[in-house]
Each structure stands twice: as C-alpha cells, then as structure tokens.
C-alpha cells in the first residue's frame, strides 16, 4: 500500500463548479500536511498547508481528518485557471520526510 | 535568483554513461530533498539532507545512484551505468527543518537515456 493515496482524476468539471478531492495517509505518525499544485511541465509549488481546524484561502478550503487519516481539498467556483495537478504531500517517516501522493488532475472547461 | 537551481535542465545520455546532477538550494535551507518523476505520477522520494547529513535513501534505490552534500550546501545525484528506466524528470527541494514550513522546488533536470 502506498504511503500517500489519490484519486488520479481527471476530473473535468465546468467553469464556476465545486470540486473535492481526498487524499488518505497510511502513518497515523505523520505530522504535518499540504496540497501542493503541479502545472504540466513545471515544478510543484505550495497551494496551501493543511492544519487541523481546518483552513480557508480564498475559493480554496483544506481539511484533515486524523482519525479516519484523510485530507481533504475544496475548490469552489472552479476557475480555468485552476486546471492543474494537485498533489496531497504528508511529512512522515522517523526523519520526517515529504511524501507525495501520485496527485489528482483538474480540467476546468468553459 | 535566489530560488533553488538545478542544472542542467535538459540532459540526454546514450544507455551506459554516467550522468551528474547539482542542486543549489536556498542559501538558509538545511534540508535538501531528491525525487524522481515520471508522466503521471507524483514525485518519488529518492533520499534527503539535513545540513550534510544524509538521513534516508529510499529502498527503490538501486546502488547506481548516489547523492551528496558535502558541505551542507550545494547537492550532486549521481547514476552511473545508465539505463532507459532512468529517464524521468530529477526534481530537487528544499526547506528549513521547522514543521509546516514550504518546500521550494527547482525546476528540475530532464534525462533522456537513449
């Protein structure tokens, strides 16, 4: 089982839509968590931290859920810019390393 | 730029070389990271520094790949003997060690072996 699993996508939803995606984790050990954002061809960058209230930026809103071990991301009012690989990262391990899940694509169509 | 830096960008290779990667991280950072992508996936852990300490290898690894940081700052991966399943794109990040603090990825190095 891998360390960090997604849905792979895609995921092709309309302009102005609400999408989720979840992200399990298998180390209940695992500290700390974050969407990261992949366009093709470039390098992942930072969406957001995910903290255990829960957070909110903007159209963007990341849950975690340490019991069940998930994570989850909201995008409301899908732009066509948000068309992109989204990536569910868990530091984990005895050094505490950045696992990456195999990410969740998202097309937004007009 | 003061960004993290990996060259080259693009490296092809015929079956069999040897290829050398360098990472610069951002100057502050004291963890530097190594993954390996390749179409459809999302990036593989391959092994990781704290300052000059390298703390984990992952266990894909095989023995042709090596990785250092000698004084803490600047990073080399290394494969030697090269084969087609190597090509992939070598993603390098780094951080500060505190918890919840942001990974800064370079743009990575493409290896084509051919």
């Known amino acids: 089982r891998k360390e960090v699993e997604q849905d792979p996508g895609p995921f092709n939803v309309p302009e102005g839509a609400t999408v989720a995606f979840n992200c399990t984790y298998s180390?209940?050990?695992?500290?700390?968590f974050f969407w990261y954002r992949q366009d093709c061809r470039k390098e992942p960058k930072l969406l957001m931290s995910?903290?255990?209230s829960g957070n909110e930026d903007g159209r963007f809103t990341a849950q975690l859920n340490r019991a069940s071990q998930y994570i989850s991301l909201l995008i409301r009012d899908s732009k066509l810019s948000d068309s992109a690989t989204y990536l569910c990262?868990?530091?984990?391990?005895?050094?505490?390393?950045?696992?990456f899940g195999a990410g969740t694509r998202l097309a937004v169509h007009p | 730029d003061t960004g993290v830096s990996q060259n080259p960008r693009h490296k092809i290779t015929k079956r069999g070389q040897n290829v050398t990667f360098r990472c610069d991280p951002i100057?502050?950072?004291?963890?530097l990271y190594w993954y390996r992508q390749t179409l459809g996936q999302g990036p593989e852990f391959l092994t990781y520094?704290?300052?000059?300490?390298?703390?984990?290898k992952s266990r894909l690894l095989s023995d042709r790949f090596s990785a250092e940081r000698p004084k803490g700052s600047f990073s080399t991966l290394e494969i030697q003997r090269t084969e087609q399943g190597d090509s992939a794109m070598y993603l390098c990040?780094?951080?500060?060690?505190?918890?919840?603090?942001?990974?800064?990825f370079g743009q990575g190095t493409r290896l084509t072996v051919v």
């Open positions: 990040a780094s951080s500060l060690m505190e918890m919840n603090t942001e990974a800064f």
């Open positions: 180390n209940s050990a695992s500290q700390s």
């Open positions: 995910v903290y255990s």
């Open positions: 990262v868990v530091l984990s391990g005895g050094y505490n390393k950045l696992i």
């Open positions: 100057s502050e950072h004291n963890r």
């Open positions: 520094f704290q300052n000059e300490a390298q703390l984990e």
